[in-house]
């Protein structure tokens, strides 16, 4: 008779096992589900916070080269593509135009390499095509990419440039000049040409929202 008693309490908590199972799974995944999505809103919140912190610091900066322009979202930075170029949330409606100048608090970013309707492409300072008129100390030159590093070459005169001078952007193009793009980090001259590295001054992993400063019309 305790032996059947027994079986009859065993089958009575296999029972309750299997149908508790269910209900004690549905209550776990559902708890994880609202950990999980409790840490997402979290990180969007966070990343909101950020975002809007550095648009009020945008619009709220008293420098010249940003005084006149349009403020944008940067919506697509294609990794595949990163230090080539991004795009931005502006585009013909804001009347952009192609060769218009991007930059930000740090400095120089990039130009407007294609305008659509709601969005523009903008060839980064870091891109392998750029070519770009720099003042550095008392003398002028044109910056390129080469390899892996930004390199002045083609420099006006022989005056010694040395480590951490400013580099700023010409007034010998439509771009306009006195943005800053970076200091000399390496000296590379040789006998037959005088060869500067530069480190830019905005940090490209970084970037969210930007300035669109118009080119100069000549015409």
């Given at each position: 008779m305790k032996k059947s008693l027994g079986y009859i309490i065993l089958a009575f908590i296999l029972l309750f096992l299997f149908v508790g199972k269910d209900i004690l799974c549905s209550y776990l995944s559902k708890k994880d589900f609202n950990l999980e999505k409790s840490?997402?809103?979290?990180?969007?919140?966070?990343?909101l916070k950020?975002?809007?912190e550095e648009l009020l610091k945008i619009n709220d900066l008293d420098i010249p080269y940003i005084k006149e322009g349009i403020v944008s979202k940067v919506i697509i930075h294609d990794p595949y593509l990163f230090f080539e170029e991004m795009t931005i949330l502006k585009g013909k409606k804001e009347g952009i135009k192609e060769?218009?100048?991007i930059?930000?608090?740090s400095g120089y970013i990039g130009r407007v390499k294609k305008v659509l309707e709601n969005s523009s492409q903008i060839e980064l300072l870091t891109s392998s095509n750029t070519i770009l008129s720099v003042k550095v100390g008392n003398s002028y030159g044109i910056l390129k990419k080469e390899g892996e590093k930004l390199v002045i070459g083609d420099i006006t005169s022989k005056e010694e440039i040395k480590k951490d001078t400013i580099v700023y952007t010409s007034s010998f193009t439509n771009i306009p000049s006195e943005i800053p793009v970076g200091k000399v980090s390496e000296?590379?001259?040789n006998t037959l040409e005088q060869k500067i590295v530069i480190e830019p001054f905005v940090d490209f992993n970084n970037i969210n929202y930007?300035?669109?400063?118009?080119s100069i019309s000549y015409e």
């Open positions: 840490i997402v809103l979290d990180t969007e919140y966070q990343n950020k975002e809007y060769q218009d100048v930059v930000n608090e000296i590379l001259s930007v300035f669109v400063r118009k």
